[in-house]
């Protein structure tokens, strides 16, 4: 059986920089992957990335931010930390070569974000994900790190004591299953967009490593705060930058109107994420929209400006939309787009369960609480990348490798098998795949009601069930997608539950969560995380519930949110 | 825009026993408008008539490089690719897997031999002797094409110096290296360098610009590797064939205006070198395409001294007309 001192699962921006820590602190790290480093959606991150580099901005102030753009249910001492580190993360990425877009004098450009009180988000034209992603990727060859390509985690192994004994794994290419011992597992698996129909996110981000946690006992956090972007294009949901905001974008409605003026008087289009989205449902809701879309509008800034900003974002919109954004307004609509929730962690990146650790998108430590400020989340990656990383670099120092029982791979192997093999009982994966994220859009979206939630909830026996009968055509050993797909979707459901059923059971609207029958903040009852655990004997997701981790600053108060 | 029928005839390669792919093609009817992108009728197929399809794609949104595929005899990305675009006057858009690389199964490919390559130019920023201290944008400027490159496959695919010599290192390597070799922190230009100017790398490329069109990001491969030849003579880095030929066409042109191709030969691959191609010179000579040895001068000789004096005083870097990449 192989082993490592470490195994990293996901080869995103959280991954890779773990990775590069572990190396440096002389441990034995491997990462499994299931697409090659280079496809990670990281790469598909456009605006930037936030850190107060310039002197006339603070460090406090992207904290108070941050704490304020979580609606007051982040966890301030990881909020904190994160704002503390970011100068020096930047610089250090800056250092590996990555190419940030720059002003006179060298010094690293910034733009203007929503929710921000500086202009104090990095970027290289619009795509920094990208050149973050290569710049990872490039050191990672440089220390030559042990990469499992196109390995998928299809299961986290504990001992009988609980603790983390390493990951069963399955080789796309081949279809060989095998185990991998480590004394400590560090997710790194990204979001979960495809829960919802319409999203930003790639097919890949399917959110296993939370599904995988939940399962193995770990429980997940604020699973009911999932960002809707308010500029996905309307067709694909094929994200377009806020940074096209930041650069002084409108959003109009079917009138013409710049119709943000009647919600954030003073930010306008530049308010909070969920403040955006919540106005454009409105809009459409209210008929003044077209086709289920309202407007992105780059016209006024002229052709040059966007030729040299928002490259991608005009090639994006004229590939995937059909529109011109020199000479028309982009179509776009609130599209599910980033998960606030994820493995609970603390401010480490340490999980409650023993040798578990989880990173970016995938983990809650909560810097985001109920909505994220566009530009912390590369941050988030970069920042506890490299702390959780140095964290398990430690943490491994004083441990040893755990039993791990054989029965585990043949258990995996079993379940692969029975997927395979399954009779054609008219389930296709892709039309029950459909049929659950439709009812997530529709009961579990911007706006939430009782009823919507309920009968997301009364869906999910139903979808379970549904899930022991889908039927494969792909019954080959080597690179079957279909199988994995399948994998993936049963990961997808779980989430599902996670998601509903905290948004259900939470009685108030924060941040993102939006509920028609309980329009305010109830900081009294609801200042405090959903935990979600898997109960085996039930099967189905029970909830419970944690204090924030508050520092009693004055400043940090909660307050009403205006924009 | 009303839909249309389209027919995806689609290579599909299977493995077998053997270890061999074997290939067939096989049609599949779609109805879509004509900017629905090739990706999102590859997964329709996969959804609804055939499960077992198998392609890579992962963002949707032409920047993970997960998707380049032989589409219509070139290779693009599927997810970029509307089928209006493609498909021929009967509707039939014909789907393949990238080339110049082994197949595993239907339309993915072992990306392996690709990324080899790619870690060959040791493709990470070095500490060295050439650092300079100070980062401008101009620098950046110079770089901004090569640094979109998604690695995608697509130039490697589409490479015809590929085709007929598997060593060659290839459009994508290139274009990375000329990213460091262009990078003001980077510490090891010259070394980097005379590692390019060994045979199979920067002058094995052709020049024949087929990368320049295949690239979906703009990246034009061909223009990096002249700038990067550019920069290795700069530095004295004038053994081998490939050098040679270029100082020779350079001298014959600033001394004639014409290039004598007779002695060009000679003084790219030396003696032996020639008389191994003697039996090449020979067929020329009977179809009558054996150039004169003797050297004649163009007309005009003064006026392209000129061009050559203000290329001294204002040496440019290369600037490919290559034709704009057009939206699909
Ligand atoms: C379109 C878009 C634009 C964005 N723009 C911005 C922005 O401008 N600024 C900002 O701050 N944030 C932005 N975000 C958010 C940010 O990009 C992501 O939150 C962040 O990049 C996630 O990084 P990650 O390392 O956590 O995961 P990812 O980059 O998603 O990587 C996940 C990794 O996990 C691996 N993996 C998953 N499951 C398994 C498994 N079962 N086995 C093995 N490996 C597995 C995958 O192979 C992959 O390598 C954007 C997000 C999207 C979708
Ligand atoms: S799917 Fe990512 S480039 Fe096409």
Redesign the pocket.
């Known amino acids: 059986m192989q082993s490592h001192d470490l195994i990293i699962v996901g080869a995103g921006l959280a991954g890779m920089r773990a990775a590069l820590e572990g190396v440096k602190a002389g441990i034995d790290v491997a990462i499994v992957t299931k697409i090659h480093p280079l496809r990670s959606h990281s790469c598909a991150a456009q605006g930037g990335i936030n850190a107060a580099i310039n002197p006339q901005d603070s460090r406090d102030s992207h904290a108070f931010d941050t704490v304020k753009g979580a609606d007051y249910i982040g966890d301030e001492d990881a909020i904190e930390l994160m704002c503390h580190e970011a100068p020096e993360a930047i610089l250090e990425m800056d250092r590996m070569g990555t190419p940030f877009s720059r002003i006179e004098g060298g010094l690293i450009a910034q733009r203007a974000f929503g929710g921000a009180s500086f202009n104090r988000t990095c970027y290289a034209a619009d795509r920094t994900g990208q050149v973050l992603l290569h710049t990872l990727w490039e050191q990672l060859v440089k220390a030559q790190v042990k990469v499992y390509e196109e390995c998928s985690v299809m299961r986290l192994v504990t001992d009988r004591e609980q603790a983390i004994a390493g990951v069963v794994a399955y080789d796309i290419k081949t279809g060989a299953v095998f185990a991998l011992r480590a004394k400590a597992v560090l997710m790194a698996t990204g979001g979960y967009g495809r829960v919802f129909l319409s999203n930003t996110n790639a097919t890949t981000n399917t959110g296993d490593g939370m599904a995988l946690a939940l399962r193995a006992g770990a429980p997940l956090a604020d699973m009911e705060f999932v960002q809707f972007h308010p500029t996905g294009l309307r067709t694909s949901g094929v994200l377009v930058t806020e940074g096209a905001r930041g650069e002084g974008g409108y959003l109009i409605n079917a009138l013409g109107e710049r119709f943000m003026s009647r919600y954030a008087p003073n930010k306008l289009e530049l308010a909070s994420r969920d403040v955006v989205s919540r106005a454009e449902q409105t809009e459409i809701i209210e008929g003044r929209g077209i086709n289920g879309a309202v407007f992105l509008d780059l016209r006024h800034l002229g052709a040059d400006k966007i030729l040299e900003r928002l490259p991608q974002i005009r090639q994006l919109s004229l590939d995937l939309e059909g529109v011109d954004a020199i000479h028309a307004p982009i179509p776009i609509r609130p599209t599910a787009h980033y998960s606030m929730g994820g493995i609970r962690t603390d401010k480490y990146g340490a999980s409650p369960l023993h040798g578990l650790f989880a990173a970016g998108e995938a983990a809650c430590v909560s810097v985001h609480g109920a909505n994220r400020l566009g530009g912390n989340s590369l941050l988030d990656t970069i920042v506890f990348g490299r702390i959780t990383g140095s964290h398990c670099a430690r943490f491994v120092k004083g441990e040893k490798l755990r039993d791990f029982a054989a029965s585990e791979v043949a258990a995996v192997k079993g379940n692969l098998d029975t997927l395979k093999s399954r009779p054609d009982q008219g389930v296709r994966p892709i039309a029950l795949h459909h049929r659950m994220a439709a009812a997530m859009n529709l009961h579990c979206g911007v706006f939430r009601t009782v009823e919507g939630m309920r009968e997301g909830v009364s869906e999910l026996p139903g979808l379970r069930e549904d899930y022991q009968k889908i039927h494969l055509d792909d019954h080959a050993d080597d690179f079957n997608i279909d199988l994995l797909r399948a994998v993936e979707l049963g990961h997808l459901i779980d989430l599902a539950e996670c998601i509903v059923r905290g948004a259900l059971a939470r009685e108030e609207s924060r941040g993102a969560h939006s509920r028609i029958d309980f329009p305010e903040r109830d900081d009294a009852v609801w200042r405090k995380h959903t935990l979600s655990h898997w109960d085996g004997a039930k099967g189905e997701v029970i909830l419970s519930h944690e204090p924030v981790r508050t520092l009693g600053r004055a400043e940090y108060a909660p307050k009403v949110r205006t924009y | 825009m009303s839909a249309k029928h389209y027919t995806f005839r689609i290579q599909r390669n299977r493995k077998g026993p053997d270890g061999r792919i074997a290939s067939r093609w096989v049609d599949y009817p779609v109805s879509a408008t004509e900017t629905t992108t090739i990706?999102t009728l590859l997964e329709e197929i996969k959804g609804d008539q055939d499960g077992s399809l198998t392609f890579r794609?992962?963002?949707?949104?032409?920047?993970?490089?997960?998707?380049a595929m032989k589409i219509g005899g070139r290779t693009r990305?599927?997810?970029?690719t509307h089928v209006g675009s493609v498909a021929n006057a009967d509707g039939v858009v014909v789907v393949a897997p990238q080339a110049n690389q082994p197949v595993l199964k239907d339309l993915a490919i072992d990306i392996g031999p690709f990324f080899e390559r790619i870690h060959k130019i040791q493709p990470h920023l070095e500490d060295g002797p050439d650092t300079d201290a100070v980062l401008e944008q101009s620098a950046y400027d110079q770089v901004n094409h090569v640094t979109q490159c998604?690695m995608?496959g697509s130039c490697y695919s589409d490479c015809v110096m590929a085709e007929v010599t598997p060593e060659f290192i290839g459009p994508a390597a290139l274009a990375k290296a000329f990213r460091f070799v262009s990078d003001p922190r980077e510490g090891q230009k010259r070394r980097r360098l005379e590692q390019l100017s060994h045979p199979h790398m920067m002058w094995s490329c052709a020049r024949c610009a087929m990368c320049v069109e295949s690239c979906p990001k703009d990246v034009k491969p061909m223009e990096a590797i002249v700038k990067l030849r550019t920069r290795g003579l700069a530095k004295g880095l004038d053994a081998g064939p490939g050098p040679k030929h270029a100082l020779a066409f350079h001298q014959d042109i600033q001394q004639t205006g014409n290039l004598n191709e007779f002695t060009l030969m000679m003084r790219t691959v030396g003696i032996l070198g020639t008389l191994e191609e003697l039996g090449t010179a020979f067929h020329l000579m009977k179809k009558w395409k054996i150039p004169s040895p003797l050297p004649h001068k163009s007309a005009g000789l003064a006026e392209l001294a000129k061009i050559y004096e203000i290329l001294e005083e204002h040496p440019l870097d290369v600037e490919t007309k290559a034709k704009e990449v057009v939206p699909e």
């Open positions: 990706l794609q992962s963002c949707r949104s032409a920047i993970c490089g997960s998707c990305l599927a997810c970029k998604i995608c």
